[in-house]
């Protein structure tokens, strides 16, 4: 039955009062309404970054400036819900709804609060409304239909029917329409029905190109023989297959709806004048003036405007044939040798290329021309030296080139180089991260390359390469990451012709960077990939093209007149053309008689200006005087430290940086320290998301349009599921959860590892698990970078006598410790205890406190230390026979795949694990065991055995030394009891539940303390993470999957959640006390681009398993699939692509 609204009369005058008060709206020009879009945007920003804190904040404000706008309302109420904090959600939308009664979408935001409160009448009511107001809201009538069929009343799946038959009315060839009303006519038994909708989809196969006809027949054939359940419960087989196309994903982008999708936020006013979505209008009265630049002595063939180190001026830096000049400052010149060789011909426009080799914020240079290879390591701002020989080998420094690059090809971290030989294929170096170059092979199918381009071209994360040869010949190879070769040549569009000059950005502000192409006949052209394939469009042509040949011809992308759309400039020897971008079609500015290499705010007012050289060498300085006073913004992106990171280069070269003023958007590639953003009328940027080289996303807030230095923030993207139990008053947080399964990673930079098939144990305390309603509550949440595959989950209540303690064993060691609980007595505090360097570290030790051993040095990478030690007393009174454990609870920061792999390149120390050490009677330590392992991931408690470690007469000492990351919180000795008289039941959960739950938050004390997630509160339940692509278990019960060992697993992504109740057994008996163990059976694998097939969920784990090694393929064709088919009908129907976290920032045009 419908649900009506009913309010109190009295109630209804008092709202109405409240209304009809509200209706004073700021004018436009006011400073009121300044405010309040500057506070409405920055909300919608922070939203679409995933920061719901400051958008709640930002939303509230809107609402206090201007509560009668129902936009803020509505999405302040969106917010809420998003963080389950589903009362407030309720009384916002409730206050949306009475400003604006008639707005369809926000009845659509309020059913979903009401569906999530569990109350489907209410919801269903107003999804009734909704689409009585928009007849054409795809999302809301999808949405009715499903909660109309879930009523089970008699014609409740008629009505369901009926309702997509309205949407296919707006939208006839909507696959997922057409998909469920093939399922609804099955379930009704109306064959006639079906057939017509088979047909449809049918029809719709040749342009999806892939095979359908099975899946399809099969649905036909057992509707025809009248079999129309079997009809019924074939269709998720059809939908698995439909799945995989975009055509489908984009039918379900537009019916689909979610508390957790930002498409759901308002971004345009309701009552308020909206401000323009469009950059601001084009500057065509901007004009450049020149002016003469001394550097050096003599004509320059080659000048370039560069940044030396992360905060100094631009330093101009000029080549002829046989010198360099470097001037960092004005006045100030420095001559080096440049390897011009003894040819006539003109340098390449990439003759020179600044890198940050050896990770000390500073640019050196690589100078690569006919003569030769030099590398220039700048010592101080200014000052080189020529480390040449000490950094490359003979051969290569002696080749002749064209042009260098620098690039992270192999995504560790540090900036690999590509020089382009005058004759022959390029030469590929690999920085081995100890100031030291190595051959790589990469593009041997190139010939005399000439130009470069690295940057993520099919918006899959890792960036691609396309290269440009001499005979203007363009080949653009995909980054297949860990595949063999990793560089894969992606077929192109015959009709490009040849190509003098390319570069990269995202010209059709779709998220997405471009390939633009200068081609030979003057035509500038966008090259796009998206997931149906390539795509061109024209941008510009330029009249007359000089014939100037691929080698010496430039093209930039840049704002030049700050108004929020990047423009084109094109440069040959003969002169230089530019065209800003402009609506219908771009303005060309003056024509340019000289030859342009560089585009840089150099006089410092916000600005781009050009560098050029004359015909005659001389080089200039050609000042931006714009006509516009638009804003902009300098955005500085930067490693946060030299030690203990290293997960990015230095500059964040390669990465991608994201902003949005108000709705304007811009994509731009971070290439060098400065990112310059014109944002036209905006003074602010409301957000810049940062996407780092190494795949992690940090958004900033509220940026003045001036410059702006960013620091990485140093957070785990990998750490496994986190496990979170009741603890009698609210959840909290446990420990981390199968941390030894990891799928594809390299062990501590010693090769791959094996898939790791093991039962992980974890210890929680009986104070940390207290039944609720005779049940016990655990949840394990996806939080970080990951897909988790769980195959089993159980409790082992353990009952122990009063006196006694019980541990597991949570250590990482290959092979993994058999599993086990522990009876000891009381621990035992040890006497003292110090570091490597003799301080007193008792106090630290003691207890569990989160103080923690701190005290060591951090090496050059994440996870790596200097070599250190914690050396304990045990104290006087440790026996000397029997059996003895140190017990030691810390945690460590671990490496991840893509260090492992930067240190194993060099010369560097590789990291292990714990030694145990003890006293040798002779003044000097024995080694007991050389590997120990190390501590599971954070908080967590090893259980080393003392018993027969010590040698007679030797002091009870003991000594931790290993070169990680590990941070001891307690270490202390117990005796053990291993006939201790322990009770232990293994139960299985009464229920199992996967669901989408978001993001918890997470503080961090220090550096050297752990992330600690706070499960009270949701940061957000959009995206943080570039997803995994492939097949995920869908919401609700799950048991089935995880009450044995048998390969049927739960999938879990980012953001999900899986809700256990265990029963809780009664009470122990008197003169025992109760704790638990989590069991847990799966594997994890990150998605860091040097985890093998780390942009996938195939392949798929399973037992038995030897290596990770098999590349993904088709999902019929994996064996661990095969082992279970019936699992991707009834479970695994979640197919998830990293869309939503993609276009997050782009404004909807549509709305």
Same mark, same amino acid.
């Given at each position: 039955?419908?649900?009506?609204?009913?309010?109190?009369?009295?109630?209804?005058?008092?709202?109405?009062?409240?209304?009809?008060?509200?209706?004073?709206?700021?004018?436009?020009?006011?400073?009121?309404?300044?405010?309040?879009?500057?506070?409405?945007?920055?909300?919608?920003?922070?939203?679409?970054?995933?920061?719901?804190?400051?958008?709640?904040?930002?939303?509230?404000?809107?609402?206090?400036?201007?509560?009668?706008?129902?936009?803020?309302?509505?999405?302040?109420?969106?917010?809420?819900?998003?963080?389950?904090?589903?009362?407030?959600?309720?009384?916002?939308?409730?206050?949306?709804?009475?400003?604006?009664?008639?707005?369809?979408?926000?009845?659509?935001?309020?059913?979903?609060?009401?569906?999530?409160?569990?109350?489907?009448?209410?919801?269903?009511?107003?999804?009734?409304?909704?689409?009585?107001?928009?007849?054409?809201?795809?999302?809301?009538?999808?949405?009715?239909?499903?909660?109309?069929?879930?009523?089970?009343?008699?014609?409740?799946?008629?009505?369901?029917?009926?309702?997509?038959?309205?949407?296919?009315?707006?939208?006839?060839?909507?696959?997922?329409?057409?998909?469920?009303?093939?399922?609804?006519?099955?379930?009704?038994?109306?064959?006639?029905?079906?057939?017509?909708?088979?047909?449809?989809?049918?029809?719709?196969?040749?342009?999806?190109?892939?095979?359908?006809?099975?899946?399809?027949?099969?649905?036909?054939?057992?509707?025809?023989?009248?079999?129309?359940?079997?009809?019924?419960?074939?269709?998720?087989?059809?939908?698995?297959?439909?799945?995989?196309?975009?055509?489908?994903?984009?039918?379900?982008?537009?019916?689909?709806?979610?508390?957790?999708?930002?498409?759901?936020?308002?971004?345009?006013?309701?009552?308020?004048?909206?401000?323009?979505?469009?950059?601001?209008?084009?500057?065509?009265?901007?004009?450049?003036?020149?002016?003469?630049?001394?550097?050096?002595?003599?004509?320059?063939?080659?000048?370039?405007?560069?940044?030396?180190?992360?905060?100094?001026?631009?330093?101009?830096?000029?080549?002829?044939?046989?010198?360099?000049?470097?001037?960092?400052?004005?006045?100030?010149?420095?001559?080096?040798?440049?390897?011009?060789?003894?040819?006539?011909?003109?340098?390449?426009?990439?003759?020179?290329?600044?890198?940050?080799?050896?990770?000390?914020?500073?640019?050196?240079?690589?100078?690569?021309?006919?003569?030769?290879?030099?590398?220039?390591?700048?010592?101080?701002?200014?000052?080189?030296?020529?480390?040449?020989?000490?950094?490359?080998?003979?051969?290569?420094?002696?080749?002749?080139?064209?042009?260098?690059?620098?690039?992270?090809?192999?995504?560790?971290?540090?900036?690999?180089?590509?020089?382009?030989?005058?004759?022959?294929?390029?030469?590929?170096?690999?920085?081995?991260?100890?100031?030291?170059?190595?051959?790589?092979?990469?593009?041997?199918?190139?010939?005399?390359?000439?130009?470069?381009?690295? #940057? +993520?071209?099919?918006? !899959?994360?890792?960036? =691609?390469?396309? $290269? &440009?040869? @001499?005979? *203007?010949? %363009?080949?653009?190879?995909?980054?297949?990451?860990?595949?063999?070769?990793?560089?894969?040549?992606?077929?192109?569009?015959?009709?490009?012709?040849?190509?003098?000059?390319?570069?990269? #950005? +995202?010209?059709?502000? !779709?998220?997405?960077? =471009?390939?633009? $192409? &200068?081609? @030979?006949? *003057?035509? %500038?052209?966008?090259?796009?990939?998206?997931?149906?394939?390539?795509?061109?469009?024209?941008?510009?042509?330029?009249?007359?093209?000089?014939?100037?040949?691929?080698?010496?011809?430039?093209?930039?992308?840049?704002?030049?007149?700050?108004?929020?759309?990047?423009? &084109?400039? @094109?440069?040959?020897?003969?002169?230089?053309?530019?065209?800003?971008?402009?609506?219908?079609?771009?303005?060309?500015?003056?024509?340019?008689?000289?030859?342009?290499?560089?585009?840089?705010?150099?006089?410092?007012?916000?600005?781009?200006?050009?560098?050029?050289?004359?015909?005659?060498?001389?080089?200039?300085?050609?000042?931006?005087?714009?006509?516009?006073?638009?804003?902009?913004?300098?955005?500085?992106?930067?490693?946060?430290?030299?030690?203990?990171?290293?997960?990015?280069?230095?500059?964040?070269?390669?990465?991608?940086?994201?902003?949005?003023?108000?709705?304007?958007?811009?994509?731009?590639?971070?290439?060098?320290?400065?990112?310059?953003?014109?944002?036209?009328?905006?003074?602010?940027?409301?957000?810049?998301?940062?996407?780092?080289?190494?795949?992690?996303?940090?958004?900033?807030?509220?940026?003045?349009?001036?410059?702006?230095?960013?620091?990485?923030?140093?957070?785990?993207?990998?750490?496994?599921?986190?496990?979170?139990?009741?603890?009698?008053?609210?959840?909290?947080?446990?420990?981390?959860?199968?941390?030894?399964?990891?799928?594809?990673?390299?062990?501590?930079?010693?090769?791959?590892?094996?898939?790791?098939?093991?039962?992980?144990?974890?210890?929680?305390?009986?104070?940390?698990?207290?039944?609720?309603?005779?049940?016990?509550?655990?949840?394990?949440?996806?939080?970080?970078?990951?897909?988790?595959?769980?195959?089993?989950?159980?409790?082992?209540?353990?009952?122990?006598?009063?006196?006694?303690?019980?541990?597991?064993?949570?250590?990482?060691?290959?092979?993994?410790?058999?599993?086990?609980?522990?009876?000891?007595?009381?621990?035992?505090?040890?006497?003292?205890?110090?570091?490597?360097?003799?301080?007193?570290?008792?106090?630290?030790?003691?207890?569990?406190?989160?103080?923690?051993?701190?005290?060591?040095?951090?090496?050059?990478?994440?996870?790596?230390?200097?070599?250190?030690?914690?050396?304990?007393?045990?104290?006087?009174?440790?026996?000397?026979?029997?059996?003895?454990?140190?017990?030691?609870?810390?945690?460590?920061?671990?490496?991840?795949?893509?260090?492992?792999?930067?240190?194993?390149?060099?010369?560097?120390?590789?990291?292990?694990?714990?030694?145990?050490?003890?006293?040798?009677?002779?003044?000097?330590?024995?080694?007991?065991?050389?590997?120990?392992?190390?501590?599971?991931?954070?908080?967590?408690?090893?259980?080393?055995?003392?018993?027969?470690?010590?040698?007679?007469?030797?002091?009870?000492?003991?000594?931790?030394?290993?070169?990680?990351?590990?941070?001891?919180?307690?270490?202390?000795?117990?005796?053990?009891?291993?006939?201790?008289?322990?009770?232990?039941?293994?139960?299985?959960?009464?229920?199992?539940?996967?669901?989408?739950?978001?993001?918890?938050?997470?503080?961090?004390?220090?550096?050297?303390?752990?992330?600690?997630?706070?499960?009270?509160?949701?940061?957000?339940?959009?995206?943080?993470?570039?997803?995994?692509?492939?097949?995920?278990?869908?919401?609700?019960?799950?048991?089935?999957?995880?009450?044995?060992?048998?390969?049927?697993?739960?999938?879990?992504?980012?953001?999900?959640?899986?809700?256990?109740?265990?029963?809780?057994?009664?009470?122990?008996?008197?003169?025992?006390?109760?704790?638990?163990?989590?069991?847990?059976?799966?594997?994890?694998?990150?998605?860091?681009?040097?985890?093998?097939?780390?942009?996938?969920?195939?392949?798929?784990?399973?037992?038995?398993?030897?290596?990770?090694?098999?590349?993904?393929?088709?999902?019929?064709?994996?064996?661990?699939?095969?082992?279970?088919?019936?699992?991707?009908?009834?479970?695994?129907?979640?197919?998830?692509?990293?869309?939503?976290?993609?276009?997050?920032?782009?404004?909807?045009?549509?709305?």
């Amino acid at each position: 039955m419908r649900f009506a609204l009913h309010l109190p009369a009295a109630l209804l005058l008092v709202l109405g009062a409240t209304a009809c008060g509200r209706t004073d709206l700021p004018d436009p020009s006011s400073p009121a309404y300044r405010e309040t879009v500057a506070a409405f945007y920055r909300g919608v920003a922070a939203a679409q970054a995933g920061e719901s804190g400051l958008a709640a904040a930002a939303f509230q404000r809107v609402t206090e400036l201007v509560p009668g706008e129902p936009a803020g309302w509505a999405d302040f109420g969106l917010i809420a819900l998003q963080r389950r904090e589903l009362e407030q959600a309720a009384e916002r939308l409730e206050e949306a709804r009475m400003l604006a009664p008639e707005n369809g979408h926000i009845q659509l935001v309020s059913a979903l609060v009401e569906r999530e409160r569990g109350r489907l009448d209410a919801a269903t009511e107003h999804l009734r409304r909704a689409v009585e107001l928009d007849p054409r809201s795809l999302q809301a009538l999808y949405l009715l239909a499903q909660l109309v069929e879930q009523e089970g009343r008699s014609g409740s799946t008629l009505e369901a029917q009926q309702l997509i038959d309205r949407m296919l009315a707006v939208q006839p060839g909507n696959l997922v329409a057409l998909l469920e009303r093939a399922r609804l006519a099955a379930k009704r038994r109306d064959l006639e029905t079906l057939r017509q909708t088979l047909d449809r989809i049918g029809a719709r196969a040749d342009s999806l190109s892939f095979p359908l006809i099975a899946e399809l027949g099969a649905v036909r054939t057992a509707g025809e023989a009248g079999d129309l359940g079997r009809a019924a419960t074939l269709i998720p087989f059809l939908q698995t297959v439909l799945q995989l196309q975009p055509a489908y994903r984009d039918d379900e982008e537009a019916v689909l709806t979610s508390p957790s999708r930002t498409e759901l936020l308002l971004t345009r006013f309701v009552r308020l004048p909206a401000p323009s979505a469009e950059s601001a209008p084009a500057d065509t009265g901007l004009m450049f003036v020149a002016e003469t630049l001394s550097v050096g002595e003599g004509p320059a063939a080659w000048v370039h405007a560069l940044w030396l180190s992360e905060e100094g001026p631009l330093a101009l830096v000029t080549a002829s044939r046989g010198t360099l000049w470097i001037s960092p400052e004005p006045g100030q010149a420095e001559a080096f040798a440049f390897p011009g060789g003894a040819s006539a011909s003109p340098l390449s426009p990439s003759a020179v290329a600044p890198v940050d080799y050896n990770y000390d914020f500073r640019m050196d240079l690589v100078l690569a021309g006919p003569g030769g290879l030099r590398l220039l390591r700048q010592d101080d701002v200014g000052a080189f030296t020529d480390v040449t020989g000490e950094a490359v080998a003979a051969a290569i420094a002696r080749a002749a080139y064209a042009g260098a690059w620098a690039a992270d090809l192999d995504m560790e971290g540090d900036l690999d180089l590509v020089l382009a030989r005058v004759e022959g294929g390029p030469v590929v170096l690999r920085n081995r991260g100890d100031g030291t170059f190595e051959a790589y092979p990469a593009f041997a199918s190139v010939a005399r390359l000439r130009d470069f381009v690295w #940057a +993520d071209l099919d918006a !899959d994360g890792d960036p =691609d390469a396309a $290269l &440009l040869d @001499a005979a *203007g010949r %363009l080949l653009v190879f995909r980054n297949g990451r860990y595949r063999v070769p990793q560089f894969q040549a992606y077929p192109l569009p015959d009709t490009l012709g040849s190509v003098h000059a390319i570069a990269a #950005a +995202d010209m059709n502000q !779709d998220a997405t960077l =471009d390939l633009i $192409l &200068l081609g @030979a006949d *003057g035509t %500038l052209r966008r090259l796009s990939l998206n997931e149906s394939g390539w795509e061109t469009g024209v941008l510009a042509r330029w009249p007359d093209f000089p014939t100037a040949g691929v080698a010496s011809t430039r093209l930039f992308v840049a704002d030049l007149d700050n108004n929020g759309d990047l423009d &084109l400039v @094109a440069s040959t020897p003969q002169g230089s053309r530019a065209w800003l971008s402009a609506e219908p079609e771009p303005q060309h500015l003056p024509p340019i008689d000289v030859q342009i290499t560089s585009v840089a705010d150099i006089s410092g007012d916000g600005r781009l200006d050009l560098i050029a050289v004359s015909s005659e060498g001389q080089a200039l300085l050609l000042t931006n005087q714009g006509t516009k006073d638009y804003y902009s913004a300098s955005i500085r992106p930067r490693a946060a430290q030299t030690t203990g990171d290293r997960r990015i280069n230095s500059f964040g070269i390669g990465g991608e940086i994201e902003v949005r003023a108000g709705l304007l958007y811009q994509k731009q590639l971070i290439d060098g320290p400065v990112v310059h953003f014109g944002t036209g009328e905006h003074p602010l940027v409301d957000v810049a998301r940062i996407i780092w080289p190494n795949g992690t996303v940090q958004p900033e807030f509220n940026l003045a349009a001036a410059n702006e230095t960013i620091l990485t923030r140093q957070r785990l993207k990998g750490s496994c599921p986190w496990v979170f139990a009741f603890d009698g008053e609210k959840m909290q947080f446990v420990t981390d959860f199968i941390w030894r399964t990891a799928l594809g990673l390299r062990i501590n930079a010693q090769g791959n590892a094996a898939v790791i098939h093991a039962e992980d144990w974890i210890k929680i305390r009986g104070d940390q698990l207290v039944p609720r309603d005779g049940f016990y509550d655990v949840r394990i949440t996806a939080d970080l970078w990951e897909t988790h595959f769980f195959d089993h989950v159980a409790l082992m209540v353990v009952d122990h006598p009063e006196g006694t303690e019980v541990f597991v064993d949570e250590r990482f060691t290959l092979p993994a410790p058999t599993p086990a609980v522990h009876a000891m007595q009381p621990l035992r505090p040890v006497a003292q205890a110090w570091d490597h360097a003799g301080r007193d570290v008792t106090a630290l030790i003691r207890a569990r406190d989160e103080r923690f051993v701190d005290t060591f040095e951090l090496g050059p990478y994440q996870g790596i230390a200097g070599e250190h030690y914690v050396e304990v007393a045990l104290g006087d009174d440790v026996p000397t026979e029997g059996p003895l454990w140190l017990v030691a609870s810390g945690w460590v920061y671990p490496t991840d795949a893509s260090i492992n792999v930067a240190v194993s390149q060099g010369d560097n120390r590789l990291p292990h694990g714990l030694q145990l050490e003890v006293p040798d009677g002779q003044g000097g330590w024995a080694i007991v065991e050389a590997d120990l392992g190390f501590p599971a991931g954070k908080t967590k408690t090893m259980l080393i055995d003392l018993q027969d470690a010590f040698r007679p007469g030797t002091p009870r000492h003991v000594r931790l030394r290993t070169n990680m990351e590990i941070y001891w919180d307690r270490i202390a000795w117990a005796v053990g009891q291993p006939d201790a008289p322990i009770t232990t039941r293994r139960i299985l959960p009464a229920t199992a539940e996967l669901r989408y739950r978001g993001f918890s938050e997470v503080a961090q004390a220090s550096r050297k303390a752990p992330e600690l997630p706070n499960y009270s509160t949701i940061t957000t339940t959009a995206p943080l993470w570039r997803d995994l692509v492939g097949f995920y278990t869908r919401f609700g019960d799950v048991r089935p999957l995880n009450e044995a060992v048998d390969d049927r697993y739960t999938i879990m992504n980012a953001g999900d959640e899986l809700a256990l109740r265990f029963p809780a057994p009664p009470p122990p008996r008197g003169g025992s006390t109760r704790d638990y163990v989590l069991i847990g059976d799966g594997w994890v694998k990150d998605g860091d681009y040097n985890t093998g097939f780390s942009t996938t969920v195939l392949p798929l784990p399973y037992h038995g398993m030897s290596d990770y090694a098999r590349p993904p393929g088709r999902l019929e064709d994996d064996p661990a699939y095969r082992l279970h088919p019936e699992d991707w009908r009834d479970f695994h129907t979640r197919y998830v692509t990293p869309r939503d976290f993609h276009r997050a920032l782009v404004p909807k045009r549509d709305q």
